[in-house]
């Protein structure tokens, strides 16, 4: 990020309507962090209460005393606020425009009504089949109607949905299965993304053959491509055959505030990824209100978020923010380069879309394709773009200003997690002005710091890892069966904070600039893949005895996988092998994990006491061999000119 950092003020006729301005900015942000209970208690009337919260913040990060909780004397249903409570006005709205994979197919618009009766149908089947208040619920579907169906139907009956990204495999699917104990998966026959199919019932099928896995007693079948599949009976059922008769109206649970809403696995620096586990009232206040202020939403804005529903984006801010606020959001079953490169804009062009939200990934590979599939389009109903997932460089934010937005439209680059609910910096178009790279500033109640190696606070301009001094309502609430391990993360490396993972700079005028994970956590395409998953996934072959993981920069993902093999005794490495790794990485995580270059490494560099040192093994993986630092202390040092010479160039 060496950038000049170039200015682009706020655009002053996006100001001149916009819900926040300048000096709101200023003021509410005073506001938020001088009264968080005053402040937050005023933005949970946006939502429709079954009792109305009086207790509103009651939160403490000291370790002797820690809690979170938020809203906790409130009841409420998610499907009531993101369904029942805009019939009334907008029943006959938009709520959900879908488009197909292949643009042949003629696009569905669902209102609000009728989601309103496809959510209780389902939501009546769950409880026929025994689905009760609290009960976890695996949902593994692509992008169709269904998938917010499903979480919508889920969060009407009080159970808690765990959806699993449609990309992973039959293990990866079997652990997080295990791990929450769900009692029902929602899949569909197979999924189409780019003209290729997806074997999702089949990989279902393959992740109840594995261990812990018996907790599930149904399998819910949607037939979306009509291809056969294999039904185990009683066990799998057709949805519609289930569905179908079931009556539209169905009474939703009341659930406090602080009764969880769902889990999202996500990956971390050790171990297997973490049940990420958010809350009802808390959750659904901060989705619904930054996806308002931050998108500056209107009512007759078509809103449009190519996100996942598997990932935390799909998560906040296709499904529950958008909803809760009554937008029209669409649902996008494909790819940005299916059936071409100009996917995004046409589709963009046919639905009208004015508020568009992608990745800079997404952005960097279509830039490569030049400016004539974007200019061929018109895309004259933008008005807002954002950006999510990782940090966007500067040559493709201007790239997605000027080619996409025609110089015309704002760009939000919004920093958040999966851990926060919902976005923590970003800029408010009318409000911040831009610069490319940069997340900018803290939203309403949030207060970042930046801290040292040894926690020390650093003031003003500076580089280091950021924190968060106060909790928010979106904040996660525990790592599901393990809250050991969410204070562990968190909480005890920066007494007293919440410890993002990341690093980030702020400049002389205050802006926030995210440099990218510290911790052992690669960012491929915006998708978090923890190291020690792709290493245990390595190892688990028989023919490895050892295996190292390091992210490297990448042109288009932003961060490769960069992986160091050691072979067990008497194997050689071979170019068949070779193949063979990557596909069993494959295999045991999803294609999201392959890794782009497997160096075999007859021995990695260890520290005298056996601890491998990844810091090294990123500089040869970033061919910096200049930039080793000092190797002394290494149990052979040897190890890393070897390395160094057999390094596989990109
Ligand atoms: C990174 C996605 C820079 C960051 C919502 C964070 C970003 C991780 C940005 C969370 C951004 C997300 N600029 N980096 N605008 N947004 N990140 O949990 O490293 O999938 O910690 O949530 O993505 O990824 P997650």
Known sequence: MNHPAAVYPIDPDFAANARVTREDYERQYAESVNDPAGFWGKVADRLDWFTKPTKIKD??????????????????????????RHLDERGDKTALI???????????????????????????????????????????????PEAVVAMLACARVGAIHSVVFGGFAPQSIADRVADCQSKLIITADEGLRGGKKVPLKANVDAALKLGGTNTVETVLVVRHTGSAVDMQMPRDRWYDAVVDEQPTQCAPERMNAEDPLFILYTSGSTGKPKGVLHTTGGYLVYAS?????????????????????GWVTGHSYIVYGPLANGATALVFEGVPNYPTVSRFWEVIDKHQVTLFYTAPTAIRALMRDGDEPVKKTSRASLRLLGTVGEPINPEAWRWYYEVVGDSRSPIVDTWWQTETGGILITPLAGAIDLKPGSATKPFFGIQPALVDANGGRLEGEAEGNLVLLDSWPGQMRTVYGDHA??????????????????????DADGYYWITGRVDDVINVSG?????????????????????????????????????????????????????????HVRKEIGPIATPDH?????????????????????????????????????????????????????
Not at 119 to 140: E, F, H, M, P, Q
Request: hydrophobic residues 35%; aromatic residues 10%; charged residues 25%.
């Open 289 to 309: 209100y930054t996806h308002e202020v931050v998108f500056d939403l209107r009512e007759d804005d078509v809103y449009w978020c190519t996100a996942d529903v």
């Open 527 to 583: 998708h978090r893949i923890g190291t020690a998953e792709v290493e245990s996934a390595l190892v688990s072959h028989p023919k490895v005895a050892e295996a190292a993981v390091v992210g490297f920069p990448h042109d288009i993902k932003g961060q490769g996988i960069y992986a160091y093999v050691t072979l067990i005794a008497g194997e050689a490495p071979t170019d068949e092998l070779h193949k063979e790794l990557v596909a």
């Open 598 to 650: 497997l160096q075999w490494a007859p021995g990695l560099p260890k520290t005298r006491s056996g601890k491998i040192m990844r810091r090294i093994l990123r500089k040869i993986a970033e061919n910096a061999p200049d930039q080793l630092g000092d190797t002394s202390t290494l149990a052979d040092p040897a190890v890393v000119e070897s390395l160094v010479r057999e390094r596989r160039v990109p």
């Open 98 to 144: 879908f488009e197909h994979d292949d643009p042949s197919q003629p696009a569905e618009r669902i209102t609000y009504r009728e989601l309103h009766a496809r959510v209780c149908k389902l939501a009546n089947a769950l409880r026929s089949l025994g689905v009760r208040k609290g009960d976890r619920v695996t949902i593994y579907l692509p992008m169709i």
């Open 485 to 506: 391990r969410f204070i562990d993360t968190y909480f005890r490396t920066y007494p007293g904070t919440y410890f993002t993972g990341d690093g980030c700079r702020r």
């Open 59 to 84: 939160v403490s990060y000291d370790l002797a005393d820690f809690r979170i909780h938020w809203y906790e004397d409130g009841e409420l249903n998610a499907s009531v606020n993101c369904l029942d």
